[in-house]
């Protein structure tokens, strides 16, 4: 069975400063793993997704993540937070090419950026 | 691309009417779509997955007959709360199942029961 362990439920930092947020993973089968973002009161954004292709995948707004299969981390990352990037993020796995795909999420990292 | 909507996006109603939210992907056809019910500062928890032209599969511990689910064309899946109490007051999210196995999610519907 799939699983997601987001290792932090809380996230501060600076505006300017690096972000990361960590999220490790559990999978039976080789996994396709999203993270996807939620401002408050809103839907989900894709912000980036793994698919077994190059293990560095770029998203939007600056972000992005590494896949490390012998760490089964899928940690995200930005070089400067920006203030616009305070939200909720979650890392999600699914089941690659099992047709249907519900997805396992993790409990969610709050980021806060401070001016 | 990829875009998936839904409406209401805001909903009030008085214990023990039914509400039904439509969930449609815009620019893509989905034969799978999910839908998710969200509490403050948690997590989204899967009801059910839809797929165009056969019944829901729902989750463990949701009630099909409260939480109805049509998903009669490929792009439209509706979720019919029936009888709503103030305990289903959440958030609920749908998705829809794009190319390359990603999920596209609405905005989300915001009921509140009375």
């Known amino acids: 069975a799939q699983s997601v362990t987001q290792l932090d439920s809380h996230v501060s930092v600076s505006e300017g400063t690096p972000v990361l947020l960590r999220c490790n993973y559990s999978s039976s089968y080789s996994p396709s793993l999203f993270w996807y973002v939620q401002h408050p009161n809103k839907g989900l954004q894709l912000l980036l997704k793994y698919t077994s292709a190059a293990t560095l995948v770029k998203g939007i707004n600056g972000f992005e993540a590494e896949f490390k299969k012998s760490e089964t981390s899928f940690h995200l990352t930005k070089p400067s937070a920006h203030m616009s990037d305070a939200a909720e993020y979650f890392c999600?796995?699914?089941?690659?090419?099992?047709?249907?795909?519900?997805?396992?999420f993790g409990k969610g990292t709050r980021l806060s950026v401070i001016a | 691309g990829a875009v998936v909507s839904q409406h209401p996006s805001w909903v009030i109603c008085k214990s023990g009417t039914s509400v039904k939210i439509e969930c449609r992907s815009l620019?893509?056809?989905?034969?799978?779509m999910f839908w998710y019910r969200q509490f403050p500062k948690q997590s989204l928890m899967l009801m059910a997955t839809?797929?165009?032209?056969?019944?829901?599969?729902?989750e463990q511990g949701v009630e099909k007959d409260k939480f109805l689910i049509n998903h009669a064309s490929l792009t439209l899946s509706t979720l019919t709360v029936t009888s709503a109490h103030p305990e289903d007051s959440s958030f609920y999210i749908c998705?829809?199942?794009?190319?390359?196995?990603?999920?596209?999610f609405g905005p989300g519907t915001r009921l509140l029961v009375l």
């Open positions: 839809s797929n165009e032209g056969s019944k829901a599969t729902y």
């Open positions: 620019d893509f056809q989905a034969t799978t």
């Open positions: 998705s829809a199942l794009g190319l390359e196995e990603t999920q596209y």
């Open positions: 999600v796995v699914s089941l690659l090419n099992s047709g249907n795909t519900p997805l396992v």
